[in-house]
């Protein structure tokens, strides 16, 4: 199985709403990662997840909160957004942060904040 | 911080011609990934290139890297329609293993 999944697809959210996104994957990879999206840009890194452990923050805003729960598992909860967060929200996995492994891409939940 | 540019940022090609796209970063890469994402989708792994100089093949897709590890190069051969799609390098950094994407190349394909 080499499938990362997401719920929600699409998601539609008020400024002052509280919402999370799942991503879940079943390949053992040991690296997990959020990234966000703008039309016609390209993938932009927000967190990294490496053995569970947060080891990357590309200087994220704090309304964003990255989770993970196990090694299956990662979550972006999100309070407090900013119109200027919507995007296409991604979840990728690798099989290890360190060394040449590709990345696998979960298909996104759009978001849309109002 | 490490810079990743591609060129061209567009490209429409009549269907059966070729297309090459071309990514440059500001830093020496340790190696350098090409995913592909449809319109609507999501990126999808290509291929990775580690060696200097190293050339990879799939089928009509040619990828090349840099002898300086710090270009690289995807040359599509007799595109067809299920080519479309926007092509990204991604280059990872010796220093802090971070996956940089470049800005990416649209290719459209003229049927």
């Known amino acids: 199985d080499t499938e990362v999944t997401q719920t929600p697809k699409h998601l539609v959210m008020g400024m002052t709403n509280k919402k999370s996104l799942k991503c879940e994957q079943h390949?053992?990879?040991?690296?997990m990662y959020w990234y966000k999206q703008k039309a016609k840009k390209p993938p932009e890194l927000m967190f990294v997840?490496?053995?569970?452990?947060?080891?990357i923050n590309e200087s994220v805003p704090s309304r964003f909160s990255p989770e993970c729960p196990n090694s299956s598992l990662l979550n972006l909860h999100l309070h407090a957004l900013q119109p200027e967060d919507s995007a296409l929200y991604l979840c990728?996995?690798?099989?290890?942060?360190?060394?040449?492994?590709?990345?696998?891409f979960g298909p996104g939940t759009r978001l849309t904040v109002t | 911080g490490q810079q990743v540019m591609q060129i061209p940022q567009y490209q429409h090609v009549q269907e059966g011609e070729d297309f090459t796209t071309y990514c440059n970063s500001s830093?020496?890469?340790?190696?350098i990934q090409w995913y592909k994402q449809r319109p609507g989708g999501h990126p999808v792994f290509l291929i990775q290139?580690?060696?200097?100089?190293e050339v990879k093949k799939q089928k009509r897709l040619t990828f090349q890297f840099g002898e300086a590890k710090k270009n690289s190069s995807l040359h599509i051969t007799a595109t067809q329609t299920t080519d479309v799609g926007t092509y990204f390098c991604?280059?990872?950094?010796?220093?802090?293993?971070?996956?940089?994407f470049g800005t990416g190349t649209r290719l459209t394909i003229i049927p």
């Open positions: 990728a996995s690798s099989q290890a942060r360190e060394g040449p492994y590709e990345q696998y």
């Open positions: 390949m053992g990879h040991r690296a």
């Open positions: 997840y490496s053995y569970e452990k947060l080891s």
């Open positions: 830093t020496t890469l340790s190696n």
């Open positions: 290139l580690v060696k200097s100089g």
């Open positions: 991604a280059g990872k950094d010796f220093g802090n293993e971070k996956l940089t």
